[in-house]
C-alpha cells in the first residue's frame, strides 16, 4: 500500500509542477521572441538505507521549443526579428553576455539602445550608443545607420552593427529563469555573420494557446487521477486494518 500511495503522491506533486510550466507559457503566448518550455516525466528511485523498492515521479524542465515564431510587419524602425536559428545578443543584469529574440529595441533618455526589457543591445563594443538623430535604419547584417540632425536623406552614418550569434553543438543555448538564453559553459558566442535580421518586423512566441490549454486540461486530469489512487490507497489500507482485527 505504501507503495502505491508514494507514487500517487509524488505523481500529484510533479504534475503540479507541470501545470506551473503550461501556465507559464500560456501567460506569455503574446510576449514577443518567447519560447515556450517543456515538461518531461521519469521515475526515480528513493535513495536511503533499505531495499530499492521505492520509485517516485519527476517532473522536469526537458529544454526549450525553439521553434520560429510568426513573422508580425509593424513598420517601426526599431523593430527587428531575427531569421533562422540566430539571436542578439544582450548585457544582462549581471553584466555578462545573454542572448533573445525579442527584437522590439528602445532606445532610453541617454539613446542607450535597449530591449524593451530595458537590457542593453551589445554591439562591436560593448552595449550601443546612438548619438541624436532624424532617422534610425537597421539593416539586414545588423548594422545600424541613423541620418544626423540637419542632414540629407541619403546621408547616412553608420554608428554600430548589433551582434548576432549563432548557437553550435559543443557550446548551446539554456534559458535561466528570467528568460534569457545563456551559453553552457558561460562564456560569450562569436558574432555569425550568417544571421540576418528583417527590419520593421517582430517574431512572436511560440506559444500555442489551443495546445496549451489543452495540456493545462490534461494535466488537471492526471493529478484528479493521482488524487483518487491515494484515496484507493487509504480504502485498502482501512480495509486490510479490519481484517487483522477479525483475526
Do not use: C
Not at 531569421?83 to 549581471?94: L, N, R, S, V
Not at 528602445?106 to 562591436?124: E, H, I, M
Not at 500555442?208 to 493529478?223: D, K, Q, T, W
Amino acid at each position: 500500500m505504501d507503495r502505491m500511495l508514494y507514487v500517487a503522491m509524488t505523481g500529484a506533486q510533479q504534475m503540479l509542477r507541470a501545470q506551473t510550466i503550461t501556465s507559464h507559457n500560456l501567460a506569455n503566448a503574446n510576449t514577443v521572441g518567447f519560447r515556450q518550455d517543456m515538461a518531461d516525466f521519469r521515475n526515480m528511485p528513493v535513495f536511503g538505507d533499505g531495499l530499492p523498492t521505492r520509485a517516485y515521479a519527476m517532473a522536469e524542465r526537458a529544454g526549450v521549443d525553439l521553434k520560429v515564431g510568426k513573422l508580425m510587419t509593424t513598420g517601426r524602425d526599431l523593430d527587428v526579428s531575427v531569421q533562422g536559428e540566430g539571436w542578439i545578443a544582450i548585457q544582462a543584469p549581471d553584466g555578462n553576455e545573454a542572448y533573445t529574440r525579442a527584437g522590439d529595441l528602445q532606445l532610453d533618455a541617454n539613446g542607450l539602445l535597449t530591449t524593451a526589457n530595458g537590457y542593453p543591445v551589445l554591439g562591436n563594443g560593448g552595449p550601443i550608443s546612438i548619438p541624436p538623430t532624424e532617422k534610425i535604419e537597421i539593416g539586414a547584417d545588423g548594422t545600424i545607420s541613423i541620418r544626423p540632425p540637419g542632414e540629407s536623406a541619403s546621408n547616412l552614418v553608420v554608428v554600430d552593427r548589433i551582434k548576432l550569434i549563432k548557437p553550435t553543438a559543443d557550446n548551446p543555448l539554456y534559458k535561466e529563469s528570467s528568460g534569457l538564453m545563456r551559453t553552457a559553459n558561460g562564456q560569450p558566442t562569436p558574432p555569425d555573420a550568417s544571421v540576418n535580421l528583417t527590419a520593421g518586423a517582430l517574431e512572436s512566441s511560440n506559444v500555442n494557446p489551443a495546445e496549451a490549454l489543452v495540456s493545462m486540461i490534461e494535466a488537471s486530469r492526471r493529478f484528479e487521477m493521482q488524487i483518487k489512487m491515494m484515496s484507493t490507497a487509504k480504502e485498502n489500507d482501512n480495509a486490510t486494518n479490519q481484517l487483522l482485527r477479525l483475526e
